[in-house]
């Protein structure tokens, strides 16, 4: 049980273009999900937290502009990457919080490596 | 400022014992997360430790001292396939994971 899938697994774009990752919730209702970014040899940094029916919170320094997330289900999550650029190009991360979980656990997903041109 | 410190790397031996450290320092305590990530795979969960002790599973154990800011997973009969960086991780009073930088560890034959 308890698992997370994103989809794509990784994606290669033309500088200026428009990335969607998919992140889902298969056997279990996230009320809160949560997107990461990693950069080599670095450590998870996040990005925004993502609750069902409201608007993400996002951390400092990220631009939500730039960054849309829509946390449309229970079960999905989506992060749209608008007008990428070579630096966006990273290792994006989701993972998601269960509905009624009696302790604070997240489950990832396996991640989306995103190359910018 | 939060912050969580690891060392950055380690090397031990195949069937050996090594014991990773984590210190931290977060505006509250909601639990420990200890992960394992493998080179270009996300993180796995190994163990969560929110009250002071040692939870034991299979070659795998953490410990928690709350009052000391300190937990260590200690990692028994080693194997090649454990190379990999481990993550500690802890929870915040906002229910956030404040994250360390990983500590690589390799195993050497």
């Known amino acids: 049980g308890a698992v997370v899938s994103q989809h794509p697994s990784w994606v290669i774009c033309k500088s200026g273009t428009s990335v969607k990752i998919e992140c889902r919730s298969l056997?279990?209702?996230?009320?809160?999900m949560f997107w990461y970014r990693q950069f080599p040899k670095q450590s998870l940094m996040l990005m925004a937290t993502?609750?069902?029916?409201?608007?993400?919170?996002?951390e400092q320094g990220v631009e939500k502009d730039k960054f849309l997330i829509n946390h449309a289900s229970l079960t999905l999550s989506t992060l749209t990457v608008t007008s990428a650029h070579p630096e966006d190009s990273s290792f994006y991360i989701c993972?998601?919080?269960?509905?009624?979980?009696?302790?604070?656990?997240?489950?990832f997903g396996p991640g989306t490596r995103l190359t910018v041109l | 400022g939060q912050n969580i410190d690891q060392p950055t790397e380690m090397t031990a031996t195949e069937g050996a014992i090594v014991q990773i450290n984590c210190t931290y320092q977060?505006?509250?305590?909601?639990?420990l997360f200890w992960y394992q990530q493998h080179a270009g795979e996300a993180p796995t969960f190994l163990s969560y430790?929110?009250l002071d002790g040692l939870e034991e599973k299979g070659r795998f154990s953490s410990f928690l001292s709350r009052s000391k800011g300190y937990s260590y997973l200690l990692l028994k009969e080693l194997q090649m396939k454990d190379s990999a960086s481990y993550l500690c991780?802890?929870?915040?009073?906002?229910?956030?994971?404040?994250w360390g930088a990983g500590t690589k560890l390799i195993i050497k034959p």
């Open positions: 993502s609750n069902e029916g409201s608007k993400a919170t996002y």
């Open positions: 056997d279990f209702q996230a009320t809160t």
């Open positions: 977060t505006s509250g305590f909601n639990g």
């Open positions: 991780a802890v929870m915040d009073s906002n229910y956030q994971l404040i």
């Open positions: 430790n929110v």
């Open positions: 993972s998601a919080r269960p509905r009624g979980l009696d302790y604070n656990e997240q489950f």
